[in-house]
Nanobody
Framework: QVQLVESGGGSVQAGGSLRLSCAAS????????MGWFRQAPGKEREGVAA????????YYADSVKGRFTISQDNAKNTVYLQMNSLKPEDTAMYYC???????????????????????????WGQGTQVTVSS
């Protein structure tokens, strides 16, 4: 079955860096869409970054643009989220998600709406906590 396993979370001070990993298994990895979301206590889950694994197209939320980088290693079936210049407001549980539908409706939604939405992602990891202290 499809599995997404996140790792790399932790506690850092403001200005620090972390790299999250999402190891995918149970499906053909190439030419899919993957995303990173986060959810802080009392807040809705929000999309942070997305990537099309077949061509490398990416999307970033305005709040992380210039600080976070999403990338992939197809040989390892892994997507990464490099997070630099972390701020206390980046504190959240971070989730990896996969859109395994035909033709990546998640990317279509991003192009149409300008933001990531939850509904097109049909598989989710268990989450990894990121805590940034001031």
């Amino acid at each position: 079955q499809v599995q997404l396993v996140e790792s790399g979370g932790g506690s850092v001070q403001a200005g620090g860096s972390l790299r999250l990993s999402c190891a995918a298994s149970g499906y053909t990895y190439s030419s899919n869409c993957m995303g990173w979301f986060r959810q802080a206590p009392g807040k809705e889950r929000e999309g942070v970054a997305a990537i099309y694994t077949g061509g490398g197209s990416t999307y970033y939320a305005d709040s992380v643009k210039g600080r976070f980088t999403i990338s992939q290693d197809n040989a390892k079936n892994t997507v990464y989220l490099q997070m630099n210049s972390l701020k206390p407001e980046d504190t959240a549980m971070y989730y990896c998600a996969a859109d395994l539908h035909w033709e990546c409706p998640s990317m279509t939604a991003i192009q149409a709406l300008g933001v990531m939405t939850l509904y097109e992602y049909n598989y989710w990891g268990q989450g990894t906590q990121v805590t940034v202290s001031s």
